[in-house]
């Protein structure tokens, strides 16, 4: 199976920061990766497909990144209502999630 | 509405099985895939496996294989995933979520089944 990593797992930042969050799979996937956003007691909501398509009602701030191997999302200047936990995701075959990263407020 | 709605709350003793049901409404629901997600507590999220309720298909994680069992009722618009042998390591919130994105992305989330196990 594709093993995906995410750094940082957890970063502090404040309102107006502009943050990156890289993710790693462990064999070539092309653009095949998704972001979703997933906040304290709520089902994930995605944010981004095919690596750097924005869906639709995401605000312009969040953009991503990359091919193959190495992805990015990144918040360009943060938002009160962004501090949540961050996962990619594979979507090739069997679907898996990185870790996650969790966004907090310093 | 577009939506998928989960069934409530279950408490299993180890050793059981929980089969937790999915009903989509307001789009067709042979369309997509429908995809189980599991999230443990502060954990993070871990897919468990997909079924086609047009193409009969399904297919699990290595993980699951051999427990879990997935179903629906296309009359009915309504996934079913059936998760046997229970352990307290089974304790979690479980999503079923639609695979509608371009990409097979998951555009669209139960509210979630929080599944605990305990003696």
Redesign the interface.
Same mark, same amino acid.
């Given at each position: 199976d594709i093993q995906l990593t995410q750094s940082p797992s957890f970063l502090s930042a404040s309102v107006g920061d502009e943050v990156t969050i890289t993710c790693r799979a462990s064999q070539g996937i092309g653009f095949y990766l998704a972001w979703y956003q997933q906040r304290p007691g709520k089902a994930p909501k995605v944010l981004i497909s095919g690596a750097s398509t924005l869906q639709t009602g995401v605000p312009s701030r969040f953009s991503g990144s990359g091919s193959g191997t190495e992805f990015t999302l990144t918040i360009s200047s943060l938002q009160p209502e962004d501090f949540a936990t961050y996962y990619c995701q594979q979507l090739t075959t069997h679907l898996t999630f990185g870790p996650g990263t969790k966004v907090d407020i310093k | 509405q577009v939506q998928l709605v989960q069934s409530g709350a279950e408490v299993k003793k180890p050793g059981a099985s929980v089969k937790v049901s999915c009903k989509a409404s307001g789009y067709t629901f042979t369309n997509s895939d429908i995809?189980w997600?599991r999230q443990g507590s502060g954990q &993070?999220?871990?897919?468990m496996g997909?079924m086609n309720a047009n193409s009969g298909n399904t297919?699990f994680?290595?993980k699951f294989q051999g427990r879990v069992t997935m179903t629906w009722s296309t009359s009915i618009g309504t996934a079913y995933m059936e998760l046997s042998s229970l352990t307290s390591e089974d304790t979690a919130v479980y999503?079923c979520?639609r695979?509608g994105?371009?990409? &097979?992305?998951?555009?669209l989330? &139960?509210? &979630?089944t929080l599944v605990t196990v305990s003696s």
């Open positions: - | 995809n997600v &993070g999220l871990e897919w997909w297919g994680a290595e999503y979520a695979a994105g371009e990409m &097979g992305d998951f555009d989330w &139960g509210q &979630g």
